[in-house]
């Protein structure tokens, strides 16, 4: 599950992270409340405002704008909120941008020139610890860093068992170049990050930029939070920050369901149990000339009802030209998907797209018995090659 950055501050926060301070607003009058607020609590005359959405980028796409004055906000976040952002990660539609976190200005005039770095904690599955992979060049794209300049990407690896150690927080920021207060309080942002990072079940956290201010304060000016949907059941407060208007809402009815389902953009949906045999059918239908629509895993335990959700959540992408369903009977019976199937297509009058129907394992026979006196018009296949011409055959 993905955070917006004003969800993630908090949790650093809530770890004594120092972050650069905001708060969301969803209206451009909520906004210039905030901007008063921060101007009193900071002194702050200039204010970031901030598209909040799940993507990167943003301020490429012109979803991040500095006001120079209090009205200036207004303005501003009456652009952003409401429209349509598009950047290098939400493809060509873009993504409606709901609310703006507006935020002090930190970028402030002081003995010294503010610095960027790049810190970001994530799981090697290689080493089987955590690495902490950081660089000198924040604010930009770490990408094109590590295609010009590998030399300046530098990695931390930490055991789990022990935690991060003061010697590698004193060999970070050493490496960045730091020195004096900003040295000392690396050490301390970077205890906060991993405390945050472990505490959370977090998959990925990116901070980029990490600053270093004209006073030698290090704070978190962005943040990127990705958290491992199997711990969300020990993080009740983390799942209540799910924004569901930034998902495919497909893939949220999938979730209603206990479905695994992702979408993908192919031409045949496919509706199966097991990944193992998911990821088989998927390179069968490209074989067979066709792309797969979608990832569609019911399960163990599916029973007609969630069938019949499968089947109607893959008929609502209007690209699937034909529906795959292959089912090995083992713990799941056949007859049960069956029913799904019978049910589903009557709910839909008639079948708006040709099925193919490869059901062996428990109770195979009952189920091709079920389809074949439901009076549908579907393909049955017995084998993966049969299967296979099939789908060749209805998509010619």
Request: proline share 3%; with cysteine; charged share 25%.
């Amino acid at each position: 599950m993905n955070l917006h950055e004003y969800q993630g501050k908090s949790i650093l926060k809530n770890n004594d992270v120092a972050i650069q301070e905001g708060f969301v607003a969803e209206t451009a009058d909520q906004a210039v409340m905030i901007a008063e607020q921060l101007n009193k609590k900071f002194n702050s005359e200039f204010f970031v405002i901030k598209a909040q959405i799940h993507a990167g980028g943003r301020g490429k796409g012109g979803g991040v704008k500095l006001a120079k004055s209090i009205e200036e906000v207004r303005e501003t976040a009456g652009k952003i909120i409401g429209m349509q952002l598009v950047t290098p990660q939400t493809g060509e539609e873009g993504k409606k941008v709901n609310k703006v976190l507006v935020a002090q200005d930190v970028y402030y005039p002081g003995e010294e020139e503010p610095e960027e770095y790049y810190i970001s904690l994530l799981l090697d599955r290689n080493t089987g610890r955590h690495v902490l992979m950081y660089s000198p060049e924040g604010g930009m794209d770490i990408e094109q860093v590590a295609e010009k300049t590998p030399h300046l990407i530098f990695r931390e690896y930490i055991d789990p068992g022990l935690g991060l150690q003061s010697f590698q927080s004193r060999r970070v920021a050493f490496n960045l170049g730091l020195k004096g207060a900003g040295f000392k309080s690396m050490q301390l942002f970077l205890r906060g990050l991993y405390e945050a990072f472990i505490s959370s079940d977090t998959q990925l956290l990116e901070i980029n930029p990490v600053l270093k201010t004209s006073d030698s304060k290090i704070l978190a000016v962005d943040c990127k939070f990705s958290i491992d949907d199997s711990g969300l059941f020990r993080h009740k407060d983390i799942q209540a920050m799910r924004d569901l208007t930034e998902e495919d809402p497909t893939e949220v009815e999938a979730g209603r369901h206990n479905l695994n389902f992702i979408k993908l953009d192919g031409n045949v949906g496919c509706m199966v149990n097991g990944a193992g045999l998911a990821m088989a059918t998927m390179d069968l239908i490209k074989l067979s000339g066709g792309s797969p629509a979608n990832f569609l895993d019911v399960g163990g335990t599916a029973s007609a009802e969630t069938v019949e959700a499968g089947f109607r959540i893959i008929l609502q992408d209007p690209s699937v030209k034909a529906i795959l369903i292959n089912i090995f009977g083992g713990i799941v019976r056949c007859d049960r998907v069956a029913n799904g199937v019978v049910e589903a297509c009557k709910a839909f009058g008639s079948l708006p797209v040709p099925v193919i129907v490869r059901l062996q394992g428990t109770n195979a026979e009952e189920a091709r018995e079920i389809i074949d006196n439901s009076g549908l018009e579907v393909f049955s296949a017995g084998s993966f090659e049969d299967a296979a011409e099939k789908v060749k055959e209805v998509l010619a």
